[in-house]
C-alpha cells in the first residue's frame, strides 16, 4: 500500500506528461481498498479518479484530488465446462500478461488483443478491442466496489451495456464504482480469427498453414510492434480518437465526393477511419509546441518532448477543425480527458 500527498502522475501515464494529485492511494489488496473507501467516502471534498495503467488519459491540470490505483494481482480458473473455461483476474493485473497466462492456460479468445497496454480493470471499462476482437465478446462477470452503498456488486455482460469503447462504467455507474476483478469465459478449443489482412500476412510470411492461439498471439504483437509507437520511447494514448460512426446517407454523401474513403461496415452504419481523415487533411507528423501526429499512424498524438496536457489538447482540437472543415465529420476522443 502506498499512500503518498502532492504525487507527480508523470510515471502513471503513458503521454509521459506531468500532472500532480493532491494524494495518491495505491492498494495491493481489496480490503486495503475497502478501508481507505469507509475512512475517505463521506469526506465532504471526496473527489476521486481511478488511474489504472494511465494509458488512455490525458492529463491537462493537476488532479485536486485522491488518485486511487489498483496493483491488486491474481489470476485463476473458478470453473470449467466441457467448452468454456472462467478465468479471474484482479482489476490490477497486466493486460497482456493476463492475455499471455490465458492462453499458457489453454483458454483461448483473448489472443487478437495481446500487446495492448493497461490493466484487467480498465480492459471492461473500455471494452478494449483490435484485430477484430472485443473485450465484450468475452467478459463474464465484472466485481465491483460500488461507491454510494459501498456494497460489492457483480455486473453480468449484458448489464455491463458494452458499446464501441464504452461501458455502464464509462456512464451510469461513472465515478461510483470500483472495478475489483473480472471474469473472462474463453474457450477450451482455439477458435483462431484471422480476419485482418496483416494477420494473414503475417502467417503467410511465415508459412504458418493452421496458425495456434499462441501463432495468433505472436502475429499481433509483432504487428503491433511495427505500427505503433512503443510507450516506453514515445509517449502516447494509442488512438486518440474514436472511428467516427455515420448514417448511410452521410456515407453515401462522403463516398461520392471522396471515393478513396476508408470505412468498415457498422450494422446499418458505416465506421469511418479516423486516421485515414486525419492523413487526407495532410497533418502526418505536424507538430503543435510538444505535441505532435504520429509520422506513420495519424490516429495518434504523440508527446515530441516535454508536451503539457494542454499542448497535446490544443493539437487535438486543431485536428478536429480541420477533418470537421473537409469532411464534416465530428472525430470524438477516446483518450479521456482529465
Ligand atoms: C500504444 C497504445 C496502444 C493502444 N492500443 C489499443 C487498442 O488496440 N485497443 C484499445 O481498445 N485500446 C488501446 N489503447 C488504449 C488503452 O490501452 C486501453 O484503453 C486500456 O484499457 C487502458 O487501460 P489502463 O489500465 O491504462 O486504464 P487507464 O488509462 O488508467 O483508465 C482508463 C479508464 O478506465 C478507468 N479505470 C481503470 N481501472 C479501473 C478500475 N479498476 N475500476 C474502475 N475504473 C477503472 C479509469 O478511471 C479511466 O476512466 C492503447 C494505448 C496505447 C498507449
Request: net charge negative.
Amino acid at each position: 500500500m502506498k499512500l503518498e500527498n502532492d504525487y507527480s502522475l508523470q510515471e502513471h501515464n503513458t503521454f509521459g506528461i506531468e500532472a500532480r494529485c493532491k494524494t495518491f492511494f495505491e492498494y495491493d489488496t481489496d480490503e486495503e481498498l475497502f478501508d481507505f473507501v469507509r475512512l475517505h467516502k463521506d469526506d465532504s471534498d471526496f473527489n476521486f479518479f481511478v488511474l489504472g495503467g494511465g494509458s488512455n488519459v490525458l492529463f491537462t491540470k493537476d488532479f485536486d484530488g485522491t488518485i486511487i490505483h489498483p496493483a491488486t494481482k491474481g489470476k485463476k480458473i473458478i470453473y470449467e465446462t466441457t467448452d468454456y473455461i472462467f478465468v479471474e483476474a484482479q482489476a490490477g493485473e497486466i493486460w497482456d500478461e493476463f492475455v499471455d497466462w490465458c492462453i499458457a492456460n489453454k483458454a483461448y479468445g483473448l489472443e487478437n488483443l495481446s500487446y495492448i497496454p493497461g490493466t484487467v480493470g480498465a480492459s471492461a471499462v473500455q471494452n478494449i478491442g483490435a484485430y477484430g476482437a472485443e473485450a465484450r465478446q468475452f467478459i463474464h462477470r465484472v466485481k465491483f466496489l460500488h461507491l454510494d452503498s459501498g456494497d460489492i456488486q457483480y455486473m453480468s455482460n449484458e448489464a455491463c451495456c458494452f458499446g464501441y469503447r464504452e461501458s455502464i462504467f464509462k456512464h451510469l455507474l461513472k465515478g461510483k464504482a470500483i472495478i475489483l476483478s473480472v471474469v473472462y469465459k474463453l474457450g477450451k478449443h482455439a477458435n483462431i480469427n484471422r480476419s485482418y489482412a496483416d494477420v494473414e500476412k503475417y502467417l503467410t510470411d511465415n508459412n504458418i498453414a493452421n496458425p495456434s492461439p499462441a501463432d495468433i498471439r505472436d502475429a499481433i504483437i509483432d504487428i503491433r510492434r511495427k505500427k505503433l509507437p512503443e510507450v516506453t520511447e514515445t509517449g502516447s494514448a494509442g488512438s486518440f480518437f474514436k472511428n467516427p460512426v455515420v448514417d448511410a446517407e452521410t456515407f453515401n454523401k462522403l463516398k461520392e465526393k471522396f471515393p478513396e474513403i476508408k470505412y468498415f461496415a457498422a450494422g446499418s452504419n458505416f465506421k469511418l477511419a479516423a486516421g485515414w481523415l486525419i492523413d487526407q487533411c495532410g497533418l502526418k507528423g505536424f507538430q503543435h509546441n510538444g505535441a505532435a501526429v504520429h509520422k506513420n499512424q495519424a490516429l495518434i498524438l504523440i508527446n515530441a518532448g516535454n508536451a503539457t496536457g494542454n499542448d497535446v489538447l490544443e493539437l487535438s482540437q486543431i485536428v478536429q477543425n480541420k477533418v470537421l472543415e473537409k469532411f464534416g465529420v465530428k472525430l470524438e476522443p477516446e483518450a479521456i480527458i482529465i
